[in-house]
């Protein structure tokens, strides 16, 4: 069954996505899962590369590349990685616990958060990737 959406954030954000895994896939990242839900929190991806898993949180922004070429460069001040707020953390954070918990990860596994911002120029049909890695809890 096709997925609906609702809004047109939602289809940004599914296209943002599919277009991270095929990033991560492309450097070497074995996709393990996608959109890990629980009632308090969602993990976007969760990867593994050289034996320590990463969990990905993906921030998809429209934008005509053409315009704002610089990755990074935002109209208005407004910068994707700012919604990251401490209860978004919060709630990765849980997630993150009960996703090791409940897939029996052993406790010395090295685990990462990492942020990928998606810029897409839809008219265009491109996209610009931004990476912060290892994103502190």
Same mark, same amino acid.
């Given at each position: 069954? #096709?997925? !609906?959406?609702?809004?047109?954030?939602?289809?940004?954000?599914?296209?943002?996505?599919?277009?991270?895994?095929?990033?991560?896939?492309?450097?070497?990242?074995?996709?393990?899962?996608?959109?890990?839900?629980? %009632?308090?929190?969602?993990?976007?991806?969760?990867?593994?590369?050289?034996?320590? !898993?990463?969990?990905?949180? !993906?921030?998809?922004?429209?934008?005509?590349?053409?315009? &704002? #070429? &610089?990755?990074?460069?935002?109209?208005?001040?407004?910068?994707?990685?700012?919604?990251?707020? #401490?209860?978004?953390?919060?709630?990765?954070?849980?997630?993150?616990?009960?996703?090791?918990?409940?897939? %029996? !990860? #052993?406790?010395? %596994?090295?685990?990462?958060?990492?942020?990928?911002?998606?810029?897409?120029?839809?008219?265009?049909?491109?996209?610009?990737?931004?990476?912060?890695?290892?994103?502190?809890?």
């Amino acid at each position: 069954m #096709p997925k !609906v959406f609702t809004s047109k954030s939602q289809q940004t954000g599914e296209i943002g996505e599919n277009v991270a895994v095929k990033f991560l896939m492309k450097h070497g990242f074995s996709i393990i899962e996608r959109n890990y839900t629980k %009632k308090w929190g969602e993990i976007d991806i969760i990867t593994e590369k050289d034996n320590r !898993v990463h969990f990905i949180e !993906v921030k998809s922004v429209q934008r005509d590349i053409s315009v &704002f #070429p &610089f990755i990074g460069h935002e109209s208005n001040d407004y910068r994707a990685e700012d919604n990251m707020h #401490p209860w978004k953390l919060k709630r990765l954070s849980r997630t993150i616990q009960t996703y090791l918990i409940s897939r %029996k !990860v #052993p406790e010395d %596994k090295e685990w990462q958060l990492d942020l990928l911002i998606v810029y897409l120029d839809l008219k265009n049909k491109k996209a610009k990737i931004k990476v912060e890695n290892d994103i502190v809890l």
